[in-house]
């Protein structure tokens, strides 16, 4: 389906940090775009009021994580394009989209290498204790807090896409062992990375520093839970910059209580798409062996920026009628 840009196409921009640069390059095209006035979906994954007028006069949407349903996709049946500013996309009725006929596109590789940076910076923060170190300091109390080194142990990577990759790569300067549990990937792809592929039960038995790196679906949600945390060493540190629901937060938050963890690093908790957790959230953050972050871990102003222009590239090609780069591609189900 050929979509002309002209002064009556409209681009709504929702993602937080949508940049000029990539707003820019719509107007280019001959693109209108609404930024202005309306709430970023990031902020609370709400569509809010002001998004859906927005949303009534636009062909194309460039979003962070709002919730995409079957009603809203009826309720606009001119929104024939959906760039997701990100690779997950775990709050959008997929079969909807194809149902309906959209076209929906990610932004992969914009900030991959972000999130590794983030998730080894998370291993050496919960290993060595700095955020203790920081509200010791802040409460003026004395004393050492003694942490553990990342250098010499095993880190396990639980799915090696390109992310944990990435990861691996970061970390041959910690001459680290690396081991990865992925069912979806053949061993040889593995080895050229230095990776050691294994079951699940061995990489959790066997790693000092456990990261998550999995996709959230059935078979992933709450793939660490009470049982999987019996499985790992007393001495080992979780860091999770994937998907909070890859966790029980709950068996997470009783393992640390119990000593059965050394800590966690995390960018992502449960609570971020379940209000009924928030309260296990906040004990979280009171215990001194965990560190959080706010989803932070692919907000990079770099990787933002290659991400916007990515999103804005997709909807011009989309409206344009030009070839999308495949691995762009969720779903494109929009009539030839």
């Known amino acids: 389906m050929r979509h002309p840009a002209n002064s009556s196409s409209c681009v709504l921009a929702t993602a937080r940090f949508f940049d000029d640069k990539a707003a820019n390059l719509l107007r280019t095209a001959g693109l209108t775009v609404l930024t202005g006035g309306v709430a970023h979906d990031a902020v609370d994954a709400v569509i809010s009021e002001a998004m859906h007028d927005a949303l009534a006069r636009c062909s194309a949407w460039i979003m962070g994580i709002p919730p995409v349903t079957a009603d809203l996709l009826a309720r606009y049946p001119n929104l024939s394009v959906m760039a997701r500013r990100g690779v997950g996309y775990d709050t959008i009725d997929v079969a909807a989209v194809q149902a309906h006929r959209r076209l929906l596109t990610i932004t992969p590789g914009s900030n991959e290498a972000t999130v590794a940076d983030h998730a080894v910076g998370l291993m050496l923060a919960a290993g060595r204790r700095y955020f203790e170190s920081h509200r010791r300091m802040q409460s003026g109390k004395s004393g050492v807090s003694v942490g553990t080194e990342l250098s010499g142990k095993t880190v396990g990577l639980v799915g090696l896409g390109r992310i944990a990759r990435l990861v691996a790569r970061r970390l041959a300067g910690f001459d680290v062992r690396v081991m990865a549990h992925d069912p979806y990937l053949h061993r040889d792809v593995a080895d050229l990375d230095g990776v050691q592929l294994a079951s699940l039960d061995t990489v959790l038995a066997d790693s000092d520093f456990i990261s998550l790196h999995a996709p959230l679906n059935d078979s992933t949600r709450h793939l660490i839970d009470r049982h999987a945390l019996a499985r790992m060493k007393p001495s080992s540190i979780l860091i999770n910059t994937a998907r909070g629901e890859l966790v029980d937060d709950g068996a997470l938050l009783a393992a640390l209580k119990g000593g059965r963890l050394a800590g966690a690093g995390l960018d992502v908790v449960g609570s971020e798409h379940d209000a009924s957790l928030e309260a296990i959230t906040r004990e979280l953050l009171t215990l001194p062996n965990v560190i959080c972050t706010q989803h932070t871990g692919g ?38």
């Not at 997709?314 to 030839?336: E, F, H, K, T, Y």
Request: contains cysteine; glycine residues 6%; aromatic residues 0%.
């Open 299 to 336: 907000s990079s102003r770099e990787g933002l920026a290659r991400a916007n222009m990515r999103a804005a590239q997709c909807v011009i090609a989309a409206l344009q009628g030009q070839r999308l780069p495949p691995d762009a591609i969720v779903v494109d189900a929009r009539s030839p």
